[in-house]
């Protein structure tokens, strides 16, 4: 009975000290409270005002705002921009989500992106477009490759205290608190990082871009024991040397956090009570004027009363179908023209048989092998009359096939399935007609057949066989470097649809 008891006391004891140990485990591994400051954040689809600015922001260098992304740097050479906040933040431990795009049509870029929290704003510099010696820390997204070593692209974490001089030439390598191996460059979402100072640890995390879900984060660097200003500026900045990127930042996103157990501040405790009331009353003249300005315009416009503002606006949808009917008209016009300069080659050829068959009729006295040279001569212009006619049916069926399309298209509206898959049966019907061409002159190379015209002394001498041949052969070679170019021209123009 006393084994008993002592063996039950030990179980209660055992038990105790793992629930202990639990209660101890989810305490430590409670997140922090996230809490959103839109003062020092920016995102679409309305970023920028009216006047180009971005609020409670500041822009510089080459940085061009629009309604839904910043670009820093435009894909040109010896580019610099900067965003900047304009009131500085002072928080123990925040985290700031960025989503940006960097895209250029080179397999290199440079120079990069950089996220900075400094004591000053570093508007214009050396450092990716910001100042040198800065008092911070910055994250360097580095595309471009100084050092030789082939460790690029890649993510950086710099810290300085002022005094510091960034190491261009070794990629900032010897300076870096941590770093990690990432392409950012090209890819088929937007890039996303998450930079999080917490408890005095600096984690970065990224993610790749290569799906849309915008949680799929993924460990880059983390430094611990880092100590930071406690009141800095947040800002982005990038730049171009001889090759050059677009830098493209869609939104900053900033959360102040608070570690558990701890009262949150309250929304109004950073406002002094006098700014508010006259942010209040300014909105509240704002919100009559107005109201006054939409009874106005219900007056003066009764008709739209009711409509939504949405429809008056061009969708994502409706571009990307207007885009690929924009597309097919220019590539109809395009085949319209072959088409017509196919039919000008085809009336020439049948000009120069009609030449040579009444040279023939006149001459019938000729020798047995003029006679013989002339019949493989007509023979061979047949042939080629037979091709281009292949060829011409070929573009017909392809004008066929677009105002189908067309059609079909303006009739109730042509998926990206079916645009792509017209496309394809096009450029089948185009690598056709250039084997064709490719056949005919390798049919009619003078290098294999060289055919003389009769000598007729009172008559001057026909076409030979070699300038006919090398007519066809130039013709070809032009039409086809054509064709190369508009279709190098429309792959560069889809580009930045």
Request: hydrophobic content about 35%.
């Amino acid at each position: 009975m006393a084994l008993v008891l002592v063996f039950a006391f030990v179980v209660v004891v055992v038990l105790a000290h793992i629930a202990d140990i639990a209660a101890g485990a989810s305490t430590s591994e409670e997140l922090p409270h996230r809490r959103f400051e839109y003062k020092y954040s920016f995102k679409g689809p309305h970023l920028s005002q009216t006047d180009g600015n971005i609020p409670f922001w500041i822009h510089t260098g080459n940085a061009i705002p629009s309604a839904d992304q910043v670009r820093i740097t435009t894909s040109l050479r010896s580019q610099k921009g900067s965003v900047w906040t304009k009131n500085k933040v002072s928080f123990d431990n925040w985290e700031a989500e960025v989503t940006f795009r960097v895209s250029g049509r080179g397999r290199m870029g440079a120079d990069g992106l950089a996220l900075w929290f400094t004591t000053a704003q570093g508007l214009d510099g050396p450092v990716y477009g910001a100042a040198d010696q800065w008092n911070g820390v910055g994250i360097f997204f580095d595309s471009f490759d100084n050092d030789g070593k082939k460790n690029n692209p890649a993510i950086l974490v710099v810290g300085n205290n002022g005094n510091l001089v960034y190491d261009h030439q070794n990629d900032g390598t010897t300076q870096a608190l941590g770093t990690c191996l990432r392409d950012f460059r090209n890819k088929p979402y937007p890039v996303r990082a998450k930079i999080t100072y917490y408890k005095k640890t600096l984690t970065v995390m990224i993610n790749n871009g290569f799906t849309p879900d915008r949680e799929d984060y993924e460990f880059c660097t983390k430094v611990d024991n880092m100590i930071i200003p406690s009141e800095g500026f947040f800002g982005i900045s990038a730049a171009t040397g001889g090759l050059a990127d677009d830098h493209d930042v869609l939104s900053f996103l900033l959360f102040r956090l608070t570690e558990p157990g701890q009262q949150p501040p309250p929304p109004d405790s950073e406002i002094p009570k006098e700014e508010k009331d006259k942010y209040q009353e300014e909105f509240q003249i704002f919100q009559q004027e107005l109201d006054k300005k939409k009874e106005e315009f219900q007056k003066e416009h009764p008709d739209v009363q009711g409509e939504p503002i949405e429809d008056l606006y061009e969708s994502v949808n409706d571009r990307e179908i207007r885009q690929v009917f924009e597309g097919q008209n220019r590539i109809h016009l395009e085949i319209k023209q072959l088409h017509r300069q196919l039919a000008m080659i085809l009336d020439e050829q049948r000009r120069y048989v009609s030449v040579i068959t009444d040279d023939v009729a006149k001459k019938g006295t000729n020798a047995e092998s003029g006679q013989v040279s002339l019949g493989t001569v007509i023979t061979t212009q047949q042939e080629v009359l037979k091709s281009l006619n292949e060829l011409r049916n070929s573009f017909y069926e392809s004008l066929k096939q677009i105002g189908l399309t067309q059609h079909q298209g303006n009739a109730g509206g042509m998926g990206t399935y079916e645009s792509i898959q017209h496309f394809n049966d096009i450029k089948e019907h185009l690598h056709t007609v250039k084997r064709d061409v490719e056949h005919l002159v390798q049919r009619n190379n003078p290098a294999e057949k060289v055919m003389k015209c009769p000598e007729v002394p009172p008559m001057p001498s026909c076409l030979s066989t070699v300038h006919f041949a090398v007519f066809i052969v130039v013709q070809s070679v032009l039409f086809f470097c054509y064709i190369m170019y508009k279709s190098q021209q429309e792959a560069a123009a889809k580009k930045f649809f």
